[in-house]
């Protein structure tokens, strides 16, 4: 005879199954049953969602108009001053880079260095065209290359013609 169990012999036949697992179980029958009492359903006026809903959003386009309202022009003046800002560093820039090159064309001038002053004074005007110094010491320049060589008497020749 076998193992003795309990006192049922035969195991198992009162116990529900295991449950397997990730499985979906059944739902039990609820043993609910109306009441007596009875109400009586009235029709009553339902509040429109859709009302509320563009309650918001009007709210939420009149708070942002309002805060654009006010960003917008100080990020403009923001704008302007910090481009003039801008143009002024630019402007004092190319002021004192004009001035470097100048000053280191007439150093290579005195060095007896003519290339080297014709390219700085060729950088110079560049920067400013149409100023009398540079382009009185870019045609002096010129002349005296012209004159050790001839490699640069045409751009002399275009120098004088553009000058006149």
Known sequence: MGAYTGFNKISGTN????RKAFSKRKKLP?????????????LQPSK?????YIGLGLLSV?????????????????????????????????????????NSGKG?????????AYSEFKLAQAIYPKDDLVNQLLIETLACLCNNGNSYCNELDETLANSI
Not at 30 to 42: A, F, G, M
Not at 48 to 52: A, K, L, V
Not at 73 to 98: C, G, I, L, M, W
């Open 48 to 52: 429109n969602e859709s009302e509320i």
């Open 15 to 18: 116990k529900p199954r295991p």
């Open 62 to 102: 009149i708070l942002i108009t309002a805060f654009l309202s006010y960003t917008v022009p100080k990020f403009t003046d923001y704008h302007n001053t910090r481009s003039v800002q801008f143009q002024e560093q630019a402007v004092r820039s190319n002021k004192s880079t004009f001035n470097f090159l100048i």
């Open 30 to 42: 609820t043993k609910s049953t109306l009441s007596i009492y009875e109400s009586v359903l009235e």
């Open 108 to 116: 290579r001038l005195v060095s007896n260095n003519l290339k080297g």
